[in-house]
């Protein structure tokens, strides 16, 4: 009767509590290419439809820099693996702004939705740790 009543309390409760607990996370890595100094760099927002569905991705953006700075061009390298995060990327990067260089530039850009849930081998996305031995 009391597991009876925990199953329903959970079937019932709002998804929106149960994803509280995971941490969305988005980290832009260290930039590959010219030296560029951005002014104006806000992170891609993590997607809704990635949180809801425990999507967590890796992926590399290439965006082409003007010499005044502005982005000209954002190309997706590789992919995070979900649609709405690869497009929101594409959408943040390209509000990017960079302090003027000497000549059209381009530069490769890490970036990883993680929202603080283990990965093993189960899940399609990350890197999977070294094995462990349990002692009996």
């Known amino acids: 009767m009391k597991l009876n009543a ?6 019932l409760m709002p998804s929106s509590l149960l994803l509280a607990a995971e ?3 988005v980290t832009v890595g260290q930039f590959v290419g010219d030296v560029v100094t951005p002014v104006f760099a806000p992170k891609p927002d993590y997607a809704w439809s990635a949180q809801a569905n425990h999507v967590q991705g ?10 005044d700075g502005t982005v000209s061009s954002v190309e997706l390298i590789r992919s995070t693996g979900w649609r709405d995060l690869d497009k929101s990327s594409t959408a943040a990067f390209s509000k990017w702004r960079f302090r ?20 093993g081998p189960s899940h399609s996305r990350g890197i999977q740790g070294p094995p462990v031995t349990i002692p009996h």
Do not use: D
């Open 100 to 119: 003027p260089v000497a000549r059209s530039t381009t530069i490769k850009v890490p970036i990883t939705f993680s929202l603080g849930i283990p990965v």
């Open 58 to 67: 890796t992926g590399i953006f290439q965006l082409r820099i003007r010499p």
């Open 23 to 25: 941490t969305p996370n």
């Open 6 to 11: 925990i199953l329903l309390l959970a079937l």
